[in-house]
């Protein structure tokens, strides 16, 4: 292996070292800090020209520059993706060269692979639910006095807009840069993966479990149907009926 690549190497490994930190140090000190190393890595994979881990950095730096930006920082995963597909609209050469947005191919297989995927996912959120019985009152709370319509329509939009904006981040963006270098499935797999379950170590289910269920879940289980759909549009599905589940879950006691 040339230096460049072990440079390359380093320098994709360090952007998702620089999230796990954030996530467990959290700080705007420390938000600053990793956006400005990422946006050099992202300055540096431009030169070398290396487009799809170009667009994996900048995604980044944006959403670690919302994790500090008032507003922003309340939801920074999708506010980051909405001004990475801005740039990508402004400046076309973001994304004449890149590879990330993958529709896939429909297959008999696929579909059977997306259905246990559906089942086994909706089953580990279930008994998780009532192993733990956690505190979901916090997700609902701003939709109580609502009518169930509005409930379900909102429940149905959350779990469709997540979705897209999950799997275009880790599926798409982070899956493609990981591949595009490694080339080995288990390592870029696995490293979106990693990302994809820090990602939700305050999400629902969060802390440890949170991360653990993420990483078979969210990050092997959807990067594999990615991997083997080559595309997005399975992964996609089967994230909306898993956050289906999660807001079923939660809003059961209003619907």
């Given at each position: 292996?040339?230096?460049?690549?072990?440079?390359?190497s380093i320098a994709l490994v360090s952007i998702i070292v620089f999230q796990i930190l954030l996530t467990f140090f959290p700080s705007k000190e420390s938000a600053i800090l990793?956006?400005?190393l990422i946006f050099g890595i992202f300055i540096w994979f431009n030169y070398i020209k290396s487009y799809d881990s170009m667009n994996f950095a900048l995604l980044?730096?944006?959403?670690?520059?919302?994790?500090?930006?008032?507003?922003?920082?309340?939801?920074?995963?999708?506010?980051?993706f909405l001004l990475f597909l801005i740039l990508q609209i402004v400046f076309p050469n973001l994304r004449k060269n890149?590879?990330?947005?993958?529709?896939?191919?429909?297959?008999?297989?696929?579909?059977v692979l997306l259905i246990l995927t559906i089942v086994i996912?909706?089953?580990?959120?279930?008994?998780?639910?009532?192993?733990?019985?956690p505190d979901l009152n916090p997700m609902v709370t701003s939709l109580k006095d609502k009518s169930k319509i509005v409930i379900i329509i909102s429940i149905i939009c959350f779990a469709i807009i997540n979705a897209i904006v999950e799997e275009s981040i880790f599926d798409g963006i982070c899956y493609r840069a990981m591949e595009e270098h490694f080339k080995i499935p288990i390592i870029?797999?696995?490293?979106?993966?990693?990302?994809?379950?820090?990602?939700?170590?305050?999400?629902?289910?969060?802390?440890?479990?949170?991360?653990?269920?993420?990483?078979?879940?969210?990050?092997?289980?959807l990067?594999?149907?990615?991997?083997?759909?080559?595309?997005?549009?399975?992964?996609?599905?089967a994230h909306i009926f898993a956050d289906l589940t999660i807001a079923i879950l939660a809003f059961s006691v209003l619907i």
């Open positions: 292996m040339d230096c460049k690549k072990i440079i390359k990793f956006a400005v980044y730096f944006l959403i670690m520059i919302c994790n500090f930006l008032p507003y922003f920082r309340f939801w920074p995963m999708p506010a980051g890149s590879k990330w947005f993958k529709v896939g191919k429909y297959s008999s297989k696929n579909v996912s909706a089953g580990i959120l279930v008994l998780w639910y009532l192993i733990t019985l870029f797999i696995g490293l979106q993966a990693l990302s994809y379950s820090v990602s939700h170590f305050h999400g629902i289910p969060n802390g440890y479990i949170g991360i653990l269920l993420s990483f078979i879940y969210g990050g092997l289980m990067g594999g149907l990615r991997y083997l759909s080559k595309g997005l549009v399975f992964p996609v599905i």
